[in-house]
Each structure stands twice: as structure tokens, then as C-alpha cells.
């Protein structure tokens, strides 16, 4: 559970220090990195900031939702998708002037996960164009491939 932005100074430093330590973890609890830099505007007591960007975010989403309805299930993941990288932009660039971490920096330290992850899906993607006996000998390449491909 999230606790609340204080504006005293030891919260601060010490809400910063938690975030700096947690940010290894979000990724095994699939915590987006949006959580770190909300974290960050805490820590420096810009509470104001964090509930401005709360309801942009909510605004979003519930855009992205009444666009992407109509186009059923595949419409509402991509919805999700684009909202996402919205979010993450505006997350960015507000934290990234108070950290003097800028959007283009994340995105180039993100790059090579990111890269390697595309490489992973193309390959599994093109390991399902093959004719297989059955689907769980499919999974079972996929798997095996998506694995092989990480490490």
C-alpha cells in the first residue's frame, strides 16, 4: 500500500532512498518504473505534482477505454499499450526535472532490455509460423527458445 507524500525533510530523504533501493525489486513485482518516479516527486515533497499526475493519468485511461471499446478485447490491450507510454512520458518528463533524469536518458538506458525483449518475441513469433505436431510442443520450443534467446 502507497503511503502518503509527506513534506517533512527526513520523509523526503528518506522516501528517495526507499525508492532508489526498491527500484531493482519493481521489476520481479511487475511494478511499472512510473512507481519510482511518482516515488521520487514524494521524496522531494511535490505532492501537488503526484495528484496532478494521478488525475492526468486517470483521465487517460478512461479515454484510452472509450476509444478502444468498440474494437473489443485487441482494442483495449493496445489502448492499454499506448496509455502507458503516455503516462510513462509525462511521468518522465516532470520527475525528470526534478532529478535531472530526463525521458531520453531512461528511454536510452531501457534500450538494450527493451531490444533484446523485441529480439525474444520475434523469434518466438516466427518459431509459431512452423508446423508442430501439437500446441504443447509449440509451447514447449517457445519456451525453450524465449529462454535460450534471455540468457
Known amino acids: ?5 509527506r513534506g517533512t525533510t527526513l520523509y523526503g530523504e ?3 532512498v526507499r525508492a532508489i533501493l526498491a527500484a531493482p525489486l519493481r521489476g520481479w513485482v511487475g511494478l511499472p518504473p512510473a512507481c519510482d518516479q511518482l516515488e521520487f ?5 511535490r505532492s501537488d505534482l503526484f495528484l496532478r499526475l494521478e488525475i492526468i493519468k486517470q483521465v487517460l485511461v478512461l479515454g484510452g477505454i472509450a476509444v478502444s471499446w468498440p474494437f473489443g478485447v485487441s482494442g ?12 510513462f512520458y509525462l511521468n518522465s518528463y516532470y520527475t525528470g ?3 535531472g533524469y530526463s525521458f531520453r536518458y531512461q528511454v536510452r538506458d531501457v ?3 527493451l531490444g533484446a525483449a523485441l529480439a525474444m518475441g520475434a523469434l518466438v513469433y516466427t518459431l509459431a509460423l512452423l508446423p508442430f505436431p501439437g500446441a504443447a510442443g509449440l509451447l514447449a520450443a517457445q519456451v525453450t527458445l524465449g529462454s535460450v534467446t534471455y540468457f
Open 1 to 5: 500500500m502507497r503511503e502518503p507524500c
Open 76 to 87: 483495449l490491450i493496445l489502448g492499454q499499450i499506448v496509455v502507458s507510454f503516455i503516462c
Open 41 to 45: 516527486a514524494c521524496g522531494k515533497g
Open 111 to 113: 534500450g538494450p532490455y
Open 97 to 99: 526535472q526534478l532529478i
Open 14 to 16: 528518506v522516501a528517495a
